[in-house]
């Protein structure tokens, strides 16, 4: 990083009040599972002893009653999506999901055909259960394939196979024309050909969505501590490379670096949240960033299920399911904007930056220069993308844009 970029006067950006507030989303967290995967960080907990011991009919409660005590906070505006994740959200009832979407249409204006997203895991369903989610009005399936590979699927320690993974396809188009499949690759022992077996297997379904993510050993994951063996860097970079070619030749434009959709099929929750748009999540370690006139504040929820259930239901005047908040300043809104829109092939129009930061894009001008400078980005006075270098070198293309106080 060069001294003109550690000299920004970004640190000294003082925003201006919003003109507009951006769109909101709703995220809804359902944080149990059946089983526990080695490589996952997200904050999900195995249900213990089966399902008969899922605490279901209270969290639904616990859920109501958090977005009732968050009305005050984004009163009267419009939700343009809605998120179930998880966890596995699939492992609850068609009937708490559909409970649980009547509150959210009681509490909060939905615009009209508002995305209404779930995820869902292949083992936790049957048809009828598919075809109830979206009687329930569920519009948008996320289907946590991984990979078709059985072997690879044991080495993830998932809960279904490859002919599992199939068929959870084929029932969820015949429920939905709306489909997104994850999948991973530079996964333990995986080759080359494997991974490209895997993408041609998801891209032959045809359907509109497909998220490709690189494994990754995070912190706090029995893979971090046990490392499995896994492909080389080159390898993986190989792979990565190869899914992205597969994809474009079925038609799928990447528009966001682990995204991959039909023309026009984007997920909207997603490009909300790539844009520095508002999400208000509800459910145990659920984050929130709500944007008011004159400030910004991001919340997190309490993680652990039953602390978040006592916190939640508890109906005394200073209980509050929020664990933390925070109001998030000039300094950092320049980078969190970055962070994520940076992220989209397309990148961003200017004024989006001003509309959702308060700032000007001149505070950034001497990081700009640098990552122009160093060929990872495009920009002219209307929009800034990443190139194609900048993309695959995303990190360096960040850390441009981090604030002094973290370098």
């Known amino acids: 990083m060069t001294a003109a970029a550690l000299a920004s006067p970004l640190s000294h950006a003082e925003p201006e009040a919003l003109q507009s507030l951006p769109p909101l989303s709703l995220y809804i967290h359902i944080p149990w599972c059946v089983k526990k995967c080695p490589y996952c960080d997200f904050n999900s907990h195995e249900i213990r002893g089966g399902r008969d011991n899922l605490p279901e009919a209270e969290y639904v409660a616990a859920l109501t009653r958090d977005l009732e005590t968050a009305l005050p906070s984004i009163w009267g505006r419009r939700v343009a999506s809605v998120f179930f994740g998880g966890g596995t959200p699939s492992v609850f009832s068609a009937r708490s999901i559909e409970a649980l979407l009547a509150a959210a249409r009681m509490l909060l204006p939905l615009e009209p055909g508002a995305e209404v997203t779930l995820e869902a895991n292949p083992g936790t369903f049957e048809a009828k259960k598919f075809a109830d989610f979206r009687s329930a009005g569920v519009n948008r399936l996320s289907i946590g394939i991984q990979s078709f590979d059985s072997r690879h699927l044991r080495a993830l320690g998932r809960v279904h196979d490859g002919n599992e993974a199939r068929r959870a396809v084929d029932i969820a188009l015949d429920n939905f024309d709306n489909v997104n499949l994850d999948l991973m690759y530079a996964l333990p022992h995986q080759t080359l050909e494997d991974a490209r077996r895997d993408v041609g297997a998801a891209a032959s379904h045809g359907v509109a969505h497909i998220s490709a993510y690189h494994l990754t050993l995070e912190p706090n994951t029995l893979f971090y501590r046990q490392p499995p063996p896994l492909p080389d860097d080159d390898t993986a970079a190989q792979m990565q490379a190869t899914v992205e070619q597969a994809l474009h030749q079925h038609g799928y434009l990447n528009y966001e670096v ?67 908040q925070h109001e998030v300043d000039g300094t950092d809104r320049g980078f969190e904007f970055m962070m994520n829109a940076l992220r989209l092939t397309r990148g961003f129009e200017a004024k989006i930056f001003t509309a959702r930061t308060g700032l000007q894009l001149e505070s950034l001008v001497s990081q700009l220069d640098e990552a122009q400078r160093r060929g990872l980005i495009t920009r002219d006075g209307e929009h800034i993308a990443p190139t194609p270098l900048g993309r695959r070198f995303l990190n360096d293309l960040l850390q441009i844009f981090l604030p002094e106080q973290q370098e």
């Open 258 to 324: 682990s995204a991959f959709a039909r023309p026009g099929r984007e997920s909207r929750h997603n490009m909300n949240y790539w844009l520095f748009g508002d999400y208000l999540g509800i459910g145990a370690g659920a984050h929130s960033k709500i944007s008011l006139a004159d400030r910004i504040v991001r919340q997190v929820r309490f993680r652990q299920p039953r602390q978040y259930l006592a916190r939640a239901l508890d109906a005394s005047p200073q209980a509050t399911p929020i664990m933390a």
